[in-house]
Nanobody, 125 residues
Framework: QVQLVESGGGSVQAGGSLRLSCEAS????????MGWFRQATGKEREGVAA???????SYADSAKGRFTISRDNAKNTLYLQMNSLKPVDPAIYYC???????????????????WGQGTQVTVSS
């Protein structure tokens, strides 16, 4: 069982930055894929970025060059640094764990069994 708690959401002007954090329970955190997803009002939840057990990352096209996912295995914490935020970025951001794999992480929500409660990100123009 994995419990995930996000923090760091808020409101920012377009072009600004936010850093999201996600604390995970359990002592096997370092062994599996972690990801960030987002869901805007009226839209499906979509993958944003993922990181495997040894720190290799993958990004959705919408996040490349602006967002950075990272993990601190000593702190059981996942991060998402979001820069150059745009009016298209507002959503509820979720962290998720795919405990079935350690490498070659997916950005499909169907592969992630554990989810946090989400944190709201708002961008004003």
């Amino acid at each position: 069982q994995v419990q995930l708690v996000e923090s760091g959401g808020g409101s920012v002007q377009a072009g600004g930055s936010l850093r999201l954090s996600c604390e995970a329970s359990g002592n096997s955190y370092s062994r599996y894929c972690m990801g960030w997803f987002r869901q805007a009002t009226g839209k499906e939840r979509e993958g944003v970025a993922a990181v495997d057990s040894i720190g290799r990352t993958s990004y959705a096209d919408s996040a490349k060059g602006r967002f950075t996912i990272s993990r601190d295995n000593a702190k059981n914490t996942l991060y998402l640094q979001m820069n150059s935020l745009k009016p298209v970025d507002p959503a509820i951001y979720y962290c998720a764990a795919d405990v079935s794999r350690a490498w070659v992480c997916s950005l499909s929500r169907r592969d992630f069994a554990y989810w946090g409660q989400g944190t709201q990100v708002t961008v004003s123009s």
